[in-house]
């Protein structure tokens, strides 16, 4: 039995992405790449508002991650961490040879634009890393009164990660000035996983060539290089990458602010539906992800026999991460999801606490 998928992603994917994937195959050499790549890259600098270079990686978003401290970090990296991912970004950046600290804040907190501040008044960094929407624990931290702290440190390159955010509200990567903005698919893109896609500015592309050790499947300047003849540095998912030409254009169709007019609503109801059923609300007010509700268990359930009972009813439903497992549970309302979708988790939850 496919179980509907409620977890922070992969999400559902609609059957005519699905059936895009299925687009009889093509060689990355050849004209016809060429053109879906130009396509799919312009269309997604509309979506970003950047006329910044868009490149495509195949790979999950952590490729790229890693990619982009390996090109931008030529001194010392300040990783911002409040969740599983953040903290990861920090270990990968070390792993890869980099001088850098981990600026921790409890998970359940957001990143401050006083403490991006306050972190890079020391003079001590040249790069920066964050996440915008962390998806362990559910937390937004404000990624526009951020931005515009970062402009006060022109010498500093920022490497945002919008894996759980992009497309479902407006993030305008170009005026905010991010040097480097990553995200993958499997989100709110709402496709399957295995593309990732990053942004570089001028100065990040000016900083990537004077860092040594950029190895080469992740090299922004091959990356740069391929993309002036419309192609990637090796072998492409272009089959993903057909259906990620489909998912523009539906999101177009749609129109960029009812899609996000209707990640709000979904994520209002879901937090409206978790309190009036005595759970709390992990992240505090302001700072509350609009792709997933985390919820505290303060209503004492057994999450790990829900999840199961969920399970067998044909949902995938997610008990908390890591070190929040049974604590917390999440719900994603992203990508293709509608209010009716969410209405139906919590509804088929309801149903499963009253025979409980
Ligand atoms: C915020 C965030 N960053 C990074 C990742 C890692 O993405 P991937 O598994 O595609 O490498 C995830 C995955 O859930 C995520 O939510």
Same mark, same amino acid.
């Given at each position: 039995?496919?179980?509907?998928?409620?977890i922070?992603?992969?999400?559902?994917?609609?059957?005519?992405?699905?059936?895009a994937?299925?687009?009889?195959?093509?060689?990355?050499?050849?004209?016809?790449?060429?053109k879906?790549?130009?396509?799919?890259?312009?269309?997604?600098?509309?979506?970003?508002?950047?006329?910044?270079?868009?490149?495509?990686?195949?790979?999950?978003? &952590?490729?790229?991650?890693?990619?982009?401290?390996?090109n931008?970090v030529?001194?010392?990296?300040?990783?911002?961490?409040?969740?599983?991912?953040?903290?990861?970004?920090?270990?990968?950046?070390v792993?890869?040879?980099?001088?850098?600290?981990?600026?921790?804040v409890?998970?359940?907190?957001?990143?401050t634009?006083?403490?991006?501040d306050?972190?890079?008044?020391?003079?001590?960094?040249?790069a920066?890393?964050l996440i915008?929407?962390?998806?362990?624990?559910?937390?937004?931290?404000?990624?526009?009164?951020?931005?515009?702290?970062?402009?006060?440190y022109?010498?500093?390159?920022?490497?945002?990660?919008?894996?759980?955010?992009?497309?479902?509200?407006?993030?305008?990567?170009?005026?905010?000035?991010?040097?480097?903005?990553?995200?993958?698919?499997?989100?709110?893109?709402?496709?399957p996983?295995?593309?990732?896609?990053?942004?570089a500015?001028?100065k990040?592309?000016?900083?990537?060539?004077?860092?040594?050790?950029?190895?080469?499947?992740?090299? &922004?300047l091959? $990356?740069?290089?391929?993309?002036?003849?419309?192609?990637?540095?090796?072998?492409?998912?272009?089959?993903?990458?057909?259906?990620?030409?489909l998912q523009?254009?539906?999101?177009?169709?749609?129109?960029?602010?009812?899609?996000?007019?209707?990640?709000?609503?979904?994520?209002?109801?879901?937090?409206?539906?978790?309190?009036?059923?005595?759970f709390?609300?992990?992240?505090?007010?302001?700072?509350?992800?609009?792709?997933?509700?985390c919820?505290?268990?303060?209503?004492?359930?057994?999450?790990?026999q829900?999840?199961k009972?969920?399970g067998?009813?044909?949902?995938?439903?997610?008990?908390?991460?890591?070190?929040?497992?049974?604590?917390? $549970?999440?719900?994603a309302?992203?990508?293709?999801?509608?209010?009716?979708?969410?209405?139906?988790?919590?509804?088929?939850?309801?149903?499963?606490?009253?025979?409980?």
């Open positions: 039995m496919h179980k509907k998928l409620f922070p992603g992969p999400v559902e994917v609609a059957p005519e992405i699905l059936k994937m299925g687009t009889p195959m093509i060689g990355h050499r050849m004209p016809e790449y060429a879906l790549h130009k396509g799919v890259t312009d269309k997604l600098k509309q979506l970003l508002a950047t006329q910044d270079r868009v490149f495509l990686s195949t790979s999950s978003a &952590f490729g790229a991650m890693e990619g982009a401290v390996r931008l030529a001194k010392r990296c300040a990783n911002f961490c409040n969740g599983a991912f953040s903290d990861k970004w920090h270990n990968v950046t792993s890869c040879g980099k001088e850098a600290d981990a600026i921790k409890p998970w359940g907190e957001a990143i634009p006083e403490l991006v306050a972190t890079l008044a020391t003079g001590k960094y040249d920066i890393t915008h929407n962390e998806t362990s624990t559910g937390v937004m931290s404000p990624l526009p009164e951020i931005a515009q702290v970062l402009k006060k022109p010498d500093v390159v920022s490497i945002i990660d919008t894996v759980s955010s992009m497309s479902a509200l407006n993030i305008p990567v170009g005026e905010l000035g991010i040097d480097c903005c990553v995200f993958g698919v499997q989100k709110a893109f709402a496709l996983p295995g593309l990732a896609v990053f942004t500015t001028p990040a592309l000016e900083r990537a060539k004077g860092v040594p050790g950029r190895g080469y499947y992740f090299d &922004f091959e $990356f740069a290089a391929a993309d002036e003849k419309d192609n990637t540095p090796s072998t492409p998912c272009i089959s993903l990458i057909y259906a990620m030409d523009l254009d539906r999101m177009f169709t749609e129109g960029l602010e009812n899609r996000w007019r209707r990640h709000q609503e979904m994520a209002q109801f879901v937090r409206a539906w978790a309190t009036e059923r005595g709390g609300l992990f992240p505090a007010e302001g700072y509350r992800s609009v792709t997933l509700t919820a505290t268990n303060d209503a004492g359930v057994d999450l790990a829900l999840k009972a969920l067998e009813k044909g949902y995938a439903f997610d008990d908390g991460y890591g070190k929040l497992k049974g604590k917390t $549970f999440r719900v309302h992203m990508g293709d999801m509608t209010l009716e979708d969410v209405k139906e988790i919590t509804g088929a939850i309801e149903t499963v606490l009253k025979q409980q």
